[in-house]
């Protein structure tokens, strides 16, 4: 089965920046679409961004702009670059490769 290792969270100011990592490792010959998703204090886990093995990405209204969803498929490995972070974007990340997930890293953006 596959597994995913998320790292990179930490405190962050507002405005300050960010860049997530994620590591598959594996069975990986089928993923095809890679994401991004976050869970929020008291909210549902929502989407961030995806990419897939072509390179078509999709982001989240509220983060357009702002973050950046890259890979390399020779490493397995996904990244999220997040600048000019806001409070709001506090959460947990999570990576994903349908169906898994990895266990989450937290983000914290704070004065």
């Known amino acids: 089965q596959v597994q995913l290792v998320e790292s990179g969270g930490g405190l962050v100011q507002p405005g300050g920046s960010l860049t997530l990592s994620c590591a598959a490792s594996?069975?990986?010959?089928?993923?095809?679409?890679m994401g991004w998703y976050r869970r929020a204090p008291g909210k549902e886990r929502e989407l961030v961004a995806v990419i897939t093995r072509a390179g078509s990405t999709e982001y989240a209204d509220s983060v357009k702009g702002r973050f950046t969803i890259s890979r390399d498929n020779t490493k397995s490995e996904a990244y999220l670059q997040m600048n000019s972070l806001k409070p709001e974007d506090t959460a947990v990340y999570y990576c994903?490769?349908?169906?898994?997930w990895g266990q989450g890293t937290q983000v914290t953006v704070s004065s």
């Open positions: 994903n490769a349908y169906p898994y």
């Open positions: 594996g069975s990986i010959f089928r993923i095809n679409t």
